[in-house]
């Protein structure tokens, strides 16, 4: 990171995926008594899915998404990569294949270079070749911030697709990235971020999740998404009621990223994450909750309000997991070198959504 680096952070109110509308508010927005009349629609906005899904035939589907967002980085390059590769996992968090791309892009074009606009563009470029396809066209606008992202193009076989909401009672969980993306980048922004750590913050941010593919060959993968800007409790929320079920956390087995300590001590805490927690609070019960006890006998309470509700970018794959297909996920996630041991499991109904041990 030069001295001289244009600082596109300067420009985002919140950056990544700590611009989505908090989940409260979102509901109020999209909720509708309209009901839909295709029956091709596989997936709609009704279960607050990753991606749209519309059957082509008894066998296909083709997977459709748009993600995009403020700068979460200064250097324009990463931006761009960050904001494709976090578009693209829509597709592969419904166990699809993405087939190719198109460009959302505005960008301020009295306040900031061109050339820095190019960077964006072929740091998009350089992620979607990496995920083998084109970034075939787009839109753009002269706007007052900067904004990129993509809409996303995908097909899956149908007996193959993974939804949100189809998690069974008993399944295992899995998160294959560790969390703490919001944190790392509001360390950014406020310029205490140290070299080192920006590198895990680019590495976790512009890895594909590719594996949702490989995924969603397996029938025992019974609801997968990927935990992105309402932090992992608004995502697993979304899984368990949408389910008809509650889950339970283990949060010392939650992954981490080993960079927060500092951080946290600082509070370099995003927004986006009281925006979070007041949203869904109220669905959340801590179990053996002890503020005194920051290791290992029960929930380091302060810690978790910091990092559950924490706004990911790009974020890991949440998966649901019958009991008899755990090895063989296992297996697939640690040949990819991904995080591979269990978060927790799905309970039946119960009076709060989740339980945090």
Not at 105 to 111: E, M
Not at 118 to 141: D, F, N, S, Y
Not at 337 to 343: F, G
């Amino acid at each position: 990171m030069s001295e001289d680096l244009i600082k596109l952070t300067q420009f985002s109110k919140g950056g990544g995926c700590g611009c989505k509308i908090a989940p409260s508010v979102l509901q109020q927005i999209v909720q509708t008594n309209s009901l839909s009349s295709f029956n091709q629609l596989l997936v709609g906005n009704e279960s607050s899915d990753d991606a749209a899904v519309y059957q082509l035939n008894d066998e296909t589907a083709i997977i459709s998404t748009t993600d995009f967002f403020l700068p979460i980085v200064d250097d324009a390059f990463d931006f761009g990569r960050i904001a494709a590769a976090n578009a693209i996992s829509d597709v592969y968090a419904m166990g699809g294949r993405p087939l190719m791309a198109i460009a959302i892009f505005g960008w301020p074009i009295d306040k900031l270079p061109i050339e820095e606009a190019q960077k964006v563009l072929e740091g998009g470029r350089a992620v979607c070749a990496e995920a083998g396809i084109p970034l075939a066209g787009g839109h753009t606008i002269d706007s007052t911030d900067p904004i990129f992202g993509l809409a996303v193009t995908g097909n899956v076989s149908i007996k193959n697709l993974k939804r949100n909401n189809t998690a069974k009672e008993g399944d295992v969980l899995f998160l294959t990235k560790p969390i703490g993306i919001g944190v790392l980048s509001t360390a950014l922004k406020r310029a205490v971020l140290n070299e080192e750590h920006y590198k895990i913050l680019i590495d976790q941010t512009t890895t594909l999740n590719k594996i949702g593919e490989q995924l969603g060959n397996i029938e025992g993968v019974h609801a997968m998404t990927d935990v992105t800007g309402f932090g992992l409790l608004g995502h697993l929320i979304e899984m368990a009621e949408g389910s008809g079920l509650s889950a339970e956390l283990n949060y010392n087995a939650i992954p981490k990223i080993n960079a927060l300590n500092e951080y946290l001590k600082q509070r370099t805490i995003p927004d986006a994450t009281f925006r979070n927690w007041n949203s869904y609070s109220i669905k959340v019960q801590f179990e053996k909750a002890r503020p005194d006890d920051p290791v290992g006998r029960g929930v380091n309470v302060m810690e978790a309000f910091n990092l559950l509700p924490d706004p990911q970018t790009n974020g890991g794959l949440l998966i649901a997991v019958a009991e008899e297909s755990v090895e063989e996920v296992r297996s697939i996630l640690q040949q990819s070198k991904l995080v591979s041991e269990p978060i927790g499991k799905m309970l039946g109904k119960k009076e709060k959504v989740i339980y945090v041990k």
